[in-house]
């Protein structure tokens, strides 16, 4: 079972995990991409959800079928709507659209990794509230990960940096 981090970004994310022998390492989609565009919608020709590139570019032509930036919206208690009339409307939470953008990651590295993907500390903004925090745990859940934690991004830069200068992790 592996375990990674994730950086659950209002425009992008990425997922990274941590080997023993090589450090750190960002890990790709399978289109190769290591930042994957937080875009989540319908994919118009296969009528399926869809995460990334691909879907950043249907919403540029057709914005109901998509969702973006939906981490302003985590802990609003909310549904989004989207949807054609060729294309069922569906409204769905921010924590169910970002679980899909989690799940993306998660698969990809699980692919990558070889081994199933069961735990993940995600980053947040230093300033996101409490609803958002909690939000943003529940859409790792959704997305079939235990989430371990969720850490500031300049906390998580400054485990980066005591981590790669030999500082003892005793806050950790």
Not at 136 to 143: D, K, M, N, S, W
Request: proline content about 5%; charged content about 30%.
């Amino acid at each position: 079972m592996a375990f990674i981090g994730i950086d659950l970004g209002t425009t992008t994310s990425e997922a990274a995990v941590f080997e023993e022998r090589d450090g750190p390492r960002i890990l790709k989609d399978e289109r190769g991409n290591e930042i994957v565009d937080s875009y989540f919608g319908i994919d118009s020709k296969t009528n399926k959800p869809a995460v990334g590139g691909k879907v950043k570019s249907i919403f540029q032509s057709n914005p109901d079928l998509a969702v973006e930036q939906i981490k302003r919206r985590m802990g609003d208690d909310i549904k989004i709507p989207f949807g054609s009339e060729e294309i069922e409307s569906q409204n769905l939470s921010p924590e169910e659209i970002s679980a899909h953008i989690l799940r993306h990651l998660k698969r990809s590295a699980e692919s990558q990794l070889d081994e199933e993907v069961d735990r993940c500390v995600i980053t947040v903004p230093a300033n996101f509230p409490d609803p958002a925090r909690r939000a943003t745990q529940q859409a790792g859940e959704i997305a079939g990960m235990t989430v371990k934690r969720i850490i500031n991004e300049p906390t998580a830069a400054a485990l980066a940096y005591g981590h790669d200068e030999g500082i003892e992790e005793e806050y950790v």
